[in-house]
């Protein structure tokens, strides 16, 4: 199966990206789809609807009411999509999509739609990180709709950051995957991956402990597209605020080294892929104190003993898994990140430097590179969700090899 003879509905809202709507029509078109475009009335300043209906081959559509008493009906339009695609989607007609505020023809066709629903947001930094974006494109994934994240970039501001529209050819091949039922949701489909995050907190008392900084945000934005490709995902997480997007995946909270150790062996023999993003505690101390330690003396002295190597006994005791580490460096990163991929008998191992800004511990974003014992990858600077794609896209591409 491929886009040939699909029926392909572009739905065109208001942002600068809307020129791009062009060769994203073109591409469907070549491939023998045909296409039918709806734009509200502010995209027009945007693109011409003579434009978009010269490369279409079909008349544009943007109100309800056409010439000499005619109406264009959105129930028809909607019906006759097998697709359809709002590219690109502002924060206002997101926000319209998912709240119901019908007052255009372009989110009526969208209510009327029974197909399934792409989207690709596109407006500027700010606005795409804003809570009430992240809120409603959260909402739309739980719809059912795939979202096309915006990628990072260059923005019609000036500003640089994530919020661009997805390159037409991005959403043109998430839609033709779609028809050829081979969706990139789908690509670790059978496969079984762990994956460990977050800090430990090794207790010194009843009511303290030795920890760090680690939100466990990377973890859990692995967790999440693992599972959106069909993975079998078991997440083990010390203690982190961050929630679980995905009800299919298996969460095991954890508070200290030893007891992530011992869950990870539950698992171990039976996964295809282990992904350690955790920031394990590399000391615990001794002794736990079974009551409250009291404030009397001048110096108080702890004494620490090494915990266990998560990684490098999974590393010892592989036979079939697919390993993959995170080194978090300050100093001779890359020698200290392809060192630690030999000791611990690793596949391949990511890189976070904690002298690039935005990369590591508590930021939303991280910089990456990844190294295998032949290739080295350097990725800019973008948030943890789309590290965790390309993370994910590395993996599978070894997988293959
Ligand atoms: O040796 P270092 O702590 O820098 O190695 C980092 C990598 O090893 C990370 O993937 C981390 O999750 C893992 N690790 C572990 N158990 C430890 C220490 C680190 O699994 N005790």
Not at 58 to 83: I, M, Q, R, T
Not at 257 to 269: H, I, Q, T
Not at 291 to 316: A, C, F, Q
Request: aromatic share 8%; proline share 3%; net charge neutral.
């Amino acid at each position: 199966m491929s886009v040939s003879g699909k029926k392909v509905l572009i739905a065109v809202s208001g942002g600068i990206a809307a020129y791009k709507i062009h060769f994203l029509i073109r591409n469907f078109i070549k491939k023998g789809a045909e296409v039918q475009v709806i734009m509200t009335a502010d995209a027009e300043h945007f693109v011409t609807k003579l434009s978009l209906s010269t490369l279409s081959k079909k008349p544009v559509y943007s109100d309800f009411y056409g010439d000499n008493g005619s109406w264009n009906s959105h129930v028809e339009l909607a019906l006759w999509a097998d697709v359809m695609i709002v590219a690109p989607c502002t924060a206002n007609t997101l926000s319209k999509m998912v709240h119901g505020m019908c007052d255009n023809l372009l989110i009526a066709t969208y209510m009327s739609a029974k197909c399934p629903v792409f989207i690709a947001p596109a407006m500027d930094l700010d606005m795409y990180v804003h809570p009430s974006t992240k809120k409603n494109l959260e909402l739309a994934e739980s719809f059912g709709h795939t979202i096309i994240p915006a990628e990072n970039g260059e923005l019609a501001s000036g500003l640089v950051g994530q919020g661009r529209m997805a390159e037409p050819e991005t959403i043109f091949n998430v839609v033709e995957h779609f028809f050829n039922g081979e969706s990139h949701l789908e690509s670790l489909k059978g496969k079984t991956v762990l994956i460990t995050a977050g800090p430990t907190y090794e207790a010194i008392d009843p009511v303290r402990f030795i920890g760090n900084h680690s939100s466990g945000k990377m973890g859990f934005s692995l967790a999440a597209e693992a599972s959106k490709r069909g993975a079998k995902v078991i997440l083990i997480s010390g203690p982190s605020s961050q929630l679980i997007r995905d009800k299919n995946i298996e969460l095991h909270r954890v508070t200290s080294a030893r007891e992530m150790l011992s869950k990870v062996f539950e698992f171990y023999d039976r996964i295809d892929i282990g992904i350690a993003s955790a920031a394990v505690a590399d000391y615990a101390p001794k002794e736990v104190a079974k009551e409250k330690i009291k404030k009397n003396d001048e110096n108080l002295t702890i004494e620490l003993v090494k915990n266990p190597d998560i990684l490098k006994t999974m590393g010892e005791k592989k036979t079939h898994q697919f390993l993959v580490g995170f080194a978090l460096e300050t100093q001779n990163e890359e020698e200290n990140a392809k060192g630690k991929l030999e000791k611990k008998n690793l596949d391949m191992i990511v890189l976070n430097s904690l002298r690039d800004e935005g990369a590591g511990f508590k930021n939303d974003t991280n910089k990456i590179k990844i190294f295998t014992k032949t290739d080295k990858i350097e990725f800019n600077l973008k948030s943890k969700d789309e590290v965790a794609r390309d993370i994910l896209n590395f993996i599978e591409n070894q997988l293959l090899k």
